[in-house]
């Protein structure tokens, strides 16, 4: 039996993947990449219709290629974003563990192979593929915000993602050797964001890290309002990442506001929220809708930090 080079491991919530497994598939079928499993989790789906599309097409591909290594399974229970990886990682037996989300698409025809050549010196822990937005259509303009959120901070070249990086870990693309995991799993984050770049912050002072650019073409966009709702939610466990990694989090880029906005008490600072959310949703172009936006996660995350104190 060959030895499972790398397990492609895919997180599913709500996604029809039959784009993602088609591509996916078809690369290890011309290449005979007979090294390489894939294991999908459904994080009970609340959509059953694409629940069910989706497990139509893995018997499809299952039938059609008997010595194709797939696993789906079904949960029982939403365990959420950094638990599911965690239990995609216990399915899998490869060396090398590649997280993709199941809202992308590669851009590559050898985007496997390009990580089996990294995976098999095995110089690097941590192989980052990066981001693209390549394959997405002319979008609707409500859509146009969150891709130039995206291009300012996670659409970048390998070689300006090396330069910080942990800072561009995207779980959505990125192949991890299976001692990196043994040691550092992901953390027991609640509610939405933040559980990727706490992990590669650990991860980033014991293993090393190489971005690449063998990038995927994110198809989940998301209009303006989601975007703010989701900054919003994340609030909570940007707080926890703040404790967790201090040194870290004053890097970042609103670091400089929150002290700012220390000075100023808790009513002052709710009044400039929701100054800063009426001039986010007036759209007054992308720029200012962004430093706005930065604004206002400041804003939010010093009240949080003061009522805390």
């Known amino acids: 039996m ?3 080079v790398l397990s492609v491991l895919i997180p599913v ?6 784009d993602l497994l088609d591509k996916l598939i078809k690369e290890i079928i011309s290449n005979k990449l007979d090294n390489v499993e894939i294991v999908i989790l459904d994080d009970m789906s609340s959509d059953l219709n694409l629940k069910k599309i989706n497990r ?3 018997d499809f591909f299952i039938q059609k290629y008997p010595h194709l290594k797939l696993i789906y399974k079904e949960l029982l229970s939403n365990i959420g974003r950094a638990a599911v ?3 995609l990682i216990k399915e899998s037996n490869g060396l090398y563990l590649l997280f993709l989300d199941c809202d992308i698409l590669p851009d590559s025809n ?5 990580y089996i050549n990294f995976c098999r010196n095995r110089k690097y822990d941590v192989v980052c593929g990066g981001l693209s ?3 997405i259509p002319v979008s609707k303009s409500e859509y146009k915000f969150y891709l130039f959120l995206s291009n300012m901070t996670d659409v970048k070249p390998a070689v300006i993602r090396n330069t910080a990086p942990w800072r561009y870990v995207l779980t959505s693309n990125v192949a991890v050797n299976r001692c990196v995991l043994e040691k550092e799993v992901f953390g027991d984050f609640k509610g939405y964001g933040y559980e990727d770049v706490e992990w590669a912050i650990r991860i980033h002072r014991q293993f090393k890290i190489i971005h690449i ?5 994110h198809l989940g966009l998301v209009q303006r309002s989601k975007v703010y709702e989701r900054m919003v939610t994340s609030i909570d466990n940007y707080f926890i990442l703040s404790k967790l990694h201090p040194m870290e989090f ?3 880029r609103i670091f400089k506001y929150i002290l700012l906005f220390q000075l100023i008490n808790i009513p002052m600072l709710k009044l400039l929220k929701l100054l800063l959310e009426k001039l986010f949703f007036l759209n007054l172009g992308d720029n200012f809708s962004y430093v706005v936006f930065q604004l206002q996660k400041a804003v939010l995350f010093t009240i949080k930090l003061k009522k805390d104190n």
């Open 133 to 135: 937005y390549k394959q």
């Open 56 to 58: 139509k097409n893995v």
């Open 85 to 87: 990886r965690n239990l």
């Open 213 to 217: 650019d063998n990038q995927v073409t």
């Open 2 to 4: 060959n030895e499972i």
């Open 250 to 252: 004053e890097e970042s």
């Open 13 to 18: 919530f709500n996604w029809n993947i039959s």
């Open 110 to 114: 050898i985007f496997l192979q390009k």
